[in-house]
């Protein structure tokens, strides 16, 4: 089946910490992933792609096969940072999203 | 561009009354997908269009929930009747799929309270 699982519906930190959003996914075959974040009074929005392999905002991601993982990770926190983070799934010759049940990141100052 | 557009923003209603929610997506985009977001179970995909015909409306809870995109530019999703556990945001995004996974651009989203 496929599924994506964000185990963490909230994540509290300090500004400069670490942080890390874990997402596990279940999926047969070749996965796209994707973060989606939300920030307060906005539209859900494209974070990152696995397959662009870039960093945004600070925000990187690495797909693991062998884990089915797709952590996003930044070294240092900045209260800007807060807001919903949805990681995201689909599969080749589709544009269907299958989503996790999010994570809530806040940064305290 | 606007972007997605929704409407209405805000929508308040009494358990057994009809509701129409309508999204107009990005003009060019070829698909478009309905999204319920509630805080137990976050972002799920109702029913989703490609060139204006429904590839899969597995998600779509059951037969008082239903879809229709007549256009290119405008679709409905509609509750009837609709129930208190129904109450959630309802969002549209809109995206180009071509051969690959493209972006999925979302609306503001509506707020549906069902009493």
């Known amino acids: 089946a496929q599924r994506v699982t964000q185990p963490e519906k909230l994540l509290s930190v300090f500004k400069g910490a670490p942080v890390e959003l874990k997402c596990n996914y279940s999926?047969?075959?070749?996965?796209?992933l994707f973060w989606y974040v939300q920030y307060s009074r906005q539209r859900l929005q494209l974070l990152l792609r696995h397959i662009s392999r870039e960093s945004i905002k600070g925000f990187t991601a690495d797909l693991n096969k062998g884990e089915t993982s797709f952590h996003l990770k930044k070294p240092f926190a900045q209260e800007e940072d807060s807001a919903m983070y949805y990681c995201a799934l689909s599969g080749r010759n589709t544009d269907k999203l299958i989503f996790g049940t999010g994570t809530r990141l806040q940064v305290f100052p | 561009d606007a972007g997605v557009i929704q409407s209405p923003r805000h929508e308040v209603t009494e358990m057994g009354q009809e509701v129409t929610l309508r999204c107009k997506p990005i003009s060019g985009h070829n698909s478009l997908f309905w999204y319920r977001q509630t805080m137990m179970r976050g972002l799920e995909l109702l029913i989703y269009?490609?060139?204006?015909?429904?590839?899969?409306d597995s998600g779509m809870p059951e037969d008082r929930f239903s879809a229709k995109m007549p256009n290119a530019s405008f679709s409905t999703l509609k509750i009837q009747p609709s129930e208190p556990r129904d109450s959630a945001v309802y969002f549209c995004?809109?995206?180009?799929?071509?051969?690959?996974?493209?972006?999925?651009?979302f609306g503001p989203g509506t707020r549906l309270t069902v009493l």
């Open positions: 999926y047969s075959g070749s996965p796209e």
């Open positions: 995004a809109s995206s180009l799929w071509l051969e690959a996974t493209d972006t999925q651009y």
């Open positions: 269009f490609n060139n204006n015909v429904p590839i899969d």
